[in-house]
């Protein structure tokens, strides 16, 4: 019975799975806000348990940011990238998707094909706004007066990540850039005080982090965080920090 039960949860999900796969480059919001409300809940208050919050700040106000924009998008670009970029994944995603006030901004984040491709992880980007980082859905997304917000750092700048410092790193391809100008959208810079300083970072096997992260474009970080337990490359037990965007 319980391989019959497994067999028939795994079905059903590749079926879900086949029959969502197009959402990643769909512009529309997808599933209930309630739901997603829920999930940021729960989120704020485990982050907040754990020592760790998130605010953005805009210059004029987002009501004076989408008068300046109008019906036309724009390109976020959001550094720096971090081990894991928990306060803008886990905190300001889903403020964009559920507050009010943030959701004048339109604001949809694209992120690596590959998070797609992982169960639970799809269908909680998918709910929270996160779209494919692919041209055809940035184009689209800009064509109908939406904030994309990217990393324009990607894995480089996640295996170069320095809690004593703070570095932005900028990769040769420039695709971004070539939409903005392309789609004849402004630029908006975003940088995460605090991102850099969830986790203690360390220098070990960096020579072979930073091939694996030229060769097949992953970032693999090494850090300890709370009380100098490991974290990489899994996400444990982060620093208590107040994170400003």
């Known amino acids: 019975f319980f391989r019959w039960m497994l067999a ?38 485990y ?8 605010r953005a700040e805009f210059e004029g106000g987002v009501k004076g940011i989408r008068k ?16 894991y970029p928990l306060g803008a994944l886990f905190l300001g995603v889903p403020a964009f998707r559920c507050d009010p006030t943030l959701r ?17 992880v799809r269908e909680f980007l998918l709910l929270m706004g996160v779209r494919e980082a692919t041209k055809e859905t940035i184009s689209a ?14 894995v480089w700048e996640q295996a170069h990540t320095r809690h ?12 971004f850039l070539r939409l903005a100008i392309k789609h004849q959208v402004p630029l908006i810079i ?30 693999l970080p090494w850090m300890s965080g709370r009380w100098g337990l490991y974290g990489g490359p899994i996400p444990l037990f982060p620093h208590p920090t107040n994170i400003v965007h």
């Not at 982050?47 to 998130?54: E, K, L, P, R, V």
């Not at 004593?164 to 695709?175: F, K, L, M, N």
């Open 8 to 45: 028939f949860l795994a079905a059903s999900y590749l079926a879900w799975f086949a029959l969502t796969f197009h959402l990643k480059n769909t512009p529309e919001d997808l599933g209930p806000l309630w739901l997603a409300h829920a999930i940021r809940v729960v989120l704020y208050r």
């Open 47 to 54: 982050f907040s348990f754990i020592g760790i919050t998130w």
């Open 68 to 83: 300046i924009l109008g019906d036309r998008g724009a390109l976020g670009c959001v550094v720096p990238h971090g081990c």
């Open 104 to 120: 004048l901004l339109r604001v949809k984040t694209v992120g690596a094909t590959v998070l797609f491709y992982v169960p639970v």
């Open 141 to 154: 997304l800009l064509n109908t007066g939406h904030i994309v917000a990217l990393n324009p750092g990607g």
């Open 164 to 175: 004593d410092a703070e570095v932005c790193y900028v990769q040769r391809r420039r695709g």
């Open 190 to 219: 975003m940088y995460g005080f605090g991102e850099n300083q969830l986790y203690t970072t360390h220098n070990t096997l960096l020579p072979l982090r930073k091939w694996v992260a030229r060769r097949w474009r992953v970032g």
